[in-house]
């Protein structure tokens, strides 16, 4: 008997069963949805948050910074020079911070800008101005979020943080004064005790996404770095540069300092050694590449745990394909026994009624996943607002893989070929004799 023969009678057969094979069908495709959608909240999670991880930076970066005392360990530019001679450091780019105390109308807020390569500030994306250039005026590119950091000068609140009220405030029109505020003073400080005089702060560029929409930039401030520079020299000619250490005579040093330097590494694979020599040197270093690992860790444990709850349902489903099919077996005793009369081969017998399991297990497979596709959608939907405000990060909070489709359905099918082995095996020792008696 051809496969094609086996696989008619069977469609036969479960039709003339419907209510029977729909529930059973049903049963498989609950199964399925469990076990798509359960997967698919890990799957989107992971991808969310590995691609915020990724607007900072990208896996060949990583990030060296020092805190201690020792002169030699200082990342001045002659250090850096010594790490790019490094044959797998590609790229070195220092790093710059200063805090401003900033206001505008009757608000008040503080910045944290970084100084940063013109190639990086160029990565920003931005809602609303243009990148500044190396070489122009100071002006900085403020976080789309920043806004809701800001506080009444007079009265000390904050109305998003304490009304859950967006301070009516124009970054890109609206005119602003800053001063250097000194880092050790960072907590209450004030005007008086700012370190430079204010001054008009001109804002180039605002990241995109409105106040309440989070990014990997959305809280912060950028500057090229030499502009940076040039403008502390500026402020503080003849003075100690903010952020800047002093020898044990409270000299500042000839060279900038940097608190931090990002190396890119020409080859991923390189990515964790280098950290490890830079670490053995006595420097703090971090990595995208670990962050996204250490991330995929957790979310591969999700996964298999919301796998888990899902394939429960799907053994529920199994036994429901189990059931049936032994009921058939049951109900077709006299067919069984002119099959084996007239000569039909046992093995044909058996492979009938595993086809009826697997088509079962077939059917609840395809409804069931396209069903997932129309709830993870509906799961993005609902889930957009969760997904900012619990995480911090806009994104999917489903996602289904192209690949998971087609594994679930084959696995469908091999669980309805499976739980329907039994009932077959069991159809194939029937005796024709006994079987046409009974009837």
């Not at 991808?47 to 991880?53: D, G, M, R, S, V």
């Not at 500044?132 to 900085?140: A, N, S």
């Not at 903010?242 to 060279?255: A, M, R, T």
């Given at each position: ?37 359960m997967l698919s909240l890990g799957f989107g999670l992971k991808e969310t948050l590995n691609a915020e991880l990724n607007m900072g930076g990208t896996i060949n970066d990583i990030v060296i910074e020092y805190q201690g005392e020792d002169v030699d360990m200082y990342l001045t530019d002659s250090k850096i ?90 970054m890109m029109n609206d005119r602003m004064y800053a001063s250097v505020i000194n880092y050790d003073a960072y907590d209450g400080v004030n005007i008086d005790s700012a370190m430079s005089k204010r001054k008009q702060l001109k804002i180039a560029g605002v990241v995109e996404g409105d106040p309440e929409t ?226």
């Amino acid at each position: 008997m051809k496969f094609s023969d086996i696989l008619k009678l069977s469609i036969d057969n479960l039709r003339r069963r419907k209510w029977r094979t729909v529930l059973t069908v049903l049963g498989v495709t609950i199964g399925t949805i469990s076990v798509v959608l359960m997967l698919s909240l890990g799957f989107g999670l992971k991808e969310t948050l590995n691609a915020e991880l990724n607007m900072g930076g990208t896996i060949n970066d990583i990030v060296i910074e020092y805190q201690g005392e020792d002169v030699d360990m200082y990342l001045t530019d002659s250090k850096i020079e010594e790490f790019k001679e490094l044959s797998q450091v590609a790229k070195a780019s220092p790093q710059l911070q200063v805090a401003l105390r900033v206001n505008t109308g009757k608000y008040e807020g503080t910045m944290w800008v970084s100084g940063v390569s013109q190639e990086d500030l160029e990565k920003i994306p931005l809602g609303q101005g243009v990148c500044p250039k190396e070489g122009e005026e100071f002006q900085i590119i403020v976080g789309n979020m920043l806004v809701l950091d800001f506080w009444d000068a007079k009265t000390g609140e904050c109305p998003y943080w304490d009304n859950n009220v967006i301070p009516e405030i124009d970054m890109m029109n609206d005119r602003m004064y800053a001063s250097v505020i000194n880092y050790d003073a960072y907590d209450g400080v004030n005007i008086d005790s700012a370190m430079s005089k204010r001054k008009q702060l001109k804002i180039a560029g605002v990241v995109e996404g409105d106040p309440e929409t989070y990014n990997a930039y959305s809280y912060s401030t950028f500057v090229e770095i030499e502009t940076l520079k040039d403008y502390l020299e500026k402020e503080f000619r003849g003075k100690r540069l903010p952020e800047q250490p002093v020898d044990k005579n409270g000299n500042p040093y000839k060279e900038w300092i940097y608190p931090s330097v990002k190396l890119t590494i020409s080859d991923t694979g390189l990515v964790e050694d280098t950290a490890t020599y830079f670490r053995d040197m006595g420097y703090r270093v971090t990595s995208q590449k670990e962050w996204i690992e250490e991330n995929n860790k957790v979310f591969d444990i999700v996964q298999l745990v919301l796998g888990g709850i899902g394939a429960v349902a799907l053994l529920v489903a199994a036994i429901g394909i189990t059931n049936t099919i032994t009921m058939s077996t049951y109900e077709r005793r006299k067919e069984i026994g002119v099959m084996k009369v007239l000569g039909c081969d046992i093995e044909n017998i058996g492979a009938m009624f595993v086809s009826e399991a697997g088509f079962i297990g077939f059917l609840g497979g395809a409804v069931g996943v396209l069903i997932s596709y129309l709830l993870s959608k509906v799961v993005n939907i609902v889930g957009a607002s969760f997904m900012t405000e619990a995480i911090g990060v806009a994104g999917n909070l489903s996602s289904i893989p192209l690949w998971l489709p087609f594994v679930a359905v084959g696995f469908t099918i091999l669980v309805g070929v499976v739980a329907g082995y039994f009932p077959a095996r069991k159809a194939t020792r029937i005796s024709a004799l006994a079987a046409i008696r009974n009837e």
